[in-house]
């Protein structure tokens, strides 16, 4: 939630400040009243004092008296006259504004207001304070107080009542009350006290101002910074839980929608389907056209995916060209069939990629969760060995787990257990099959080939392991052990008096490591063989991935001397346009075009046509394959230098072969000396 405290804390402070004001207000009028009201106290006891000194000893004894006198003619007495001229020439000097006698039974026995002489006024409390002695004062504001002559209408009045003694020691004879005007002291307080609340409302205000801008100032820091978290929480969110390529959920969030929908079907005993799907030869396409080639392919395969099912299934991408699809409320024999199809149907259709029309196939894989029965981990695994059980049968297929599945999986894991031991246990061998020269027949080449003596299996084929060395990086060493021992057997050879170029068949990795030619010249110089009686064999498909570095690393290998050849050629991606680019001595041509050549027009038409291109580049070329009489007459009619095949012979564990060197070299003999 964004914090927002910009508008709360204004309302607040503003209210607060009003309130202040209002309280400050009152406090300061109070304070200034208090003050005004002793001052004016004061002033009035000697206002008192100077009346009673002047007037009261003149007339005492007449209004101690007054009470006897009916109130009408106490009113128009002479005397009450008398008083009254006399306390108006002392008020005309003064600022006093009325006077009032008591006696001490409460009777008004004298006022400047005619009309309020003999009021009774024995229960007003400041009456009843002086009687005892004490001074009494209060102030009345402007229209507050109405006088019955109009003298102090609209003014703000102090009456202070004061007792009257003829000196201290004496007692109190009678009551005295002075309204003194104090409109214009009230009007300077009043004008003072808006000054000083009009200032502290300035004041008020600024600091408001200040605290607000400061206030929305860190509020604007507060909500970037929550803006920035909650970015950044998307963030790791995207990367934790999707696939940056083709925007898919991963592999991590298809654990936790496992686990939840396995929850789900445990409470409501339903099923659900996992169903796992890989691309068939989609490392062909990465190295042939490149990995950016191969991404927007799989980022349309994954859009057709989403495509393809409903809105409550679930497409995850959890490895390079693996996907795997969740799958509920299915009726599971024709629905998942459906699905299926629907996938395999959709992936095949044609995909354009830098101009070049791309055919995918896949491998599907399918296991249904039982709830109460399966663990939803083996489901995934079920399903994961079905698929690849498709793989092993040549894919664009799909399959249900089941048993036999999963033994054949727990038997391809001991394999892999194994693999991983055979360098260090020696089980690694090398066959060679003989390379021939087409003219006469003679032994000049040997491609070394490898093969593994698997502990309890006996010899197994690379065909079967090598992809297993590929995808777990033991390719590097184990193709570093077949380059050197390839060489120390040819130099064995060449000490029994056989000069032939043994060829070695090199990896993408091998290939593309950094040390690779530094191995190369490292083996060469151990084991004392002459650089030109070593071949390599590269792929085309190695060498189109990243032309400019192919290039490079060739030229430094023709730097040392060793013969380079491409291998398979015909088959991969590259055009004849990258010949005239690498510095290759050596074609081969694969046996996919030697197999009928005797008998298809356009296999014929092919590779004699390779030959002569082969020819005109002054390149040597090489057709593997051969295994007939009608495949070596017509390829030896084409021009082929070297033949390779099993009509000359399998291939060989050195022992055998060199007794092959022998025989050939027995018979050529023979035949010359005929």
């Not at 910009?6 to 009003?18: C, D, L, P």
């Not at 969110?237 to 079907?265: G, K, M, W």
């Not at 030109?532 to 590269?538: A, D, S, V, W």
């Not at 000359?648 to 070299?665: D, G, I």
């Amino acid at each position: 939630m964004v914090y927002k405290p910009t508008r709360r804390f204004f309302i607040v402070f503003a209210v607060g400040s009003f309130l202040a004001i209002v309280v400050l207000s009152v406090f300061f009028r109070e304070a200034s009243v208090e003050t005004l009201i002793k001052n004016e106290t004061r002033s009035n006891v000697l206002l008192t004092r100077i009346f009673a000194d002047s007037i009261w000893p003149k007339y005492a004894n007449f209004l101690k008296a007054a009470h006897k006198l009916p109130r009408e003619e106490l009113k128009s007495h002479n005397l009450i006259k008398k008083i009254s001229e006399d306390v108006a020439e002392k008020m005309a000097r003064l600022n006093v504004v009325k006077v009032k006698i008591y006696d001490l039974e409460g009777l008004t026995v004298f006022s400047t207001e005619p009309k309020q002489v003999g009021a009774d006024k024995s229960n007003n409390h400041g009456f009843q304070r002086a009687k005892k002695g004490e001074i009494a004062s209060e102030i009345t504001f402007r229209n507050e107080m109405y006088a019955f002559e109009n003298i102090i209408v609209d003014r703000n009045i102090i009456s202070s009542y004061l007792p009257i003694r003829r000196d201290e020691q004496s007692d109190i004879e009678a009551v005295f009350e002075l309204y003194s005007d104090v409109t214009d002291l009230v009007n300077r307080l009043d004008s003072n006290r808006n000054q000083i609340v009009m200032l502290i409302s300035l004041v008020l205000m600024s600091l408001s101002t200040l605290f607000y801008l400061t206030v929305k100032r860190a509020d604007a820091i507060i909500r970037a910074n929550q803006q920035r978290h909650e970015l950044d929480k998307a963030t790791i969110y995207y990367h934790t839980y999707c696939d940056a390529l083709t925007q898919l959920p991963n592999r991590v969030s298809f654990q936790e929608q496992l686990l939840s929908i396995a929850d789900r079907s445990q409470n409501s005993q339903q099923k659900f389907a996992v169903m796992c799907l890989n691309l068939d030869h989609f490392k062909l396409i990465n190295n042939s056209l490149g990995h950016s080639a191969g991404d927007m392919l799989m980022q349309v395969i994954a859009k057709r995916l989403k495509d393809g099912v409903r809105e409550l299934d679930n497409v995850f991408r959890v490895g390079g060209d693996e996907f795997i699809v969740l799958l509920e409320d299915l009726n599971y024999a024709d629905g998942l069939i459906g699905i299926a199809r629907r996938f395999i149907s959709e992936i095949a259709e044609p995909i354009t990629i830098h101009g070049r029309d791309i055919e995918m196939t896949c491998s599907i894989g399918i296991d249904v969760f039982t709830p109460g029965i399966d663990h939803p981990d083996v489901t995934v695994r079920n399903a994961d060995a079905a698929m690849r059980r498709v793989k092993e049968l040549g894919g664009q297929q799909y399959a249900f787990y089941n048993e036999s599945m999963n033994i054949k999986a727990l038997e391809r894991l001991d394999f892999e257990v194994h693999l991983k031991r055979a360098l260090s246990q020696n089980e690694y061998q090398l066959y060679y099959q003989p390379r021939l020269s087409s003219d006469d027949e003679q032994i000049v080449g040997a491609e070394a080939l490898l093969r593994w003596a698997h502990p309890s299996r006996g010899i197994i084929s690379p065909q079967e392991f090598i992809p297993y060395l590929e995808n777990n990086g033991l390719i590097v060493p184990v193709g570093e052990w077949v380059l050197r021992t390839a060489c120390e057997q040819a130099v064995f050879w060449h000490k029994l008096g056989y000069n032939i170029r043994v060829s070695v068949n090199i990896s993408a990795k091998q290939f593309r490591s950094e040390r690779f030619v530094n191995m190369v010249k490292s083996i060469l110089v151990q084991t004392s063989l002459p650089p030109q009686n070593l071949e390599l064999e590269l792929t085309e498909s190695l060498l189109v991935e990243n032309t400019h570095m192919a290039i490079n690393i060739m030229n430094a290998l023709k730097e040392i001397g060793v013969w380079l050849s491409i291998d398979d050629f015909g088959t991969g991606y590259s055009s004849f346009s990258y010949l005239k680019q690498f510095p290759v001595d050596v074609l081969k041509i694969d046996r996919s075009f030697i197999i009928d050549v005797a008998n298809n027009k356009k296999d014929a038409a092919i590779t004699h046509a390779i030959t002569t291109l082969a020819h005109s580049l002054n390149l040597g070329v090489v057709a593997e394959g051969v295994e007939n009489i009608e495949q070596q007459k017509f390829l030896r009619s084409c021009g082929y230098h070297e033949l390779q095949g099993f009509l000359f012979s399998k291939p060989l564990p050195a022992p055998q072969f060199e007794k092959l060197l022998v025989e050939k070299q027995y018979s050529y003999l023979k035949a010359v000396h005929q």
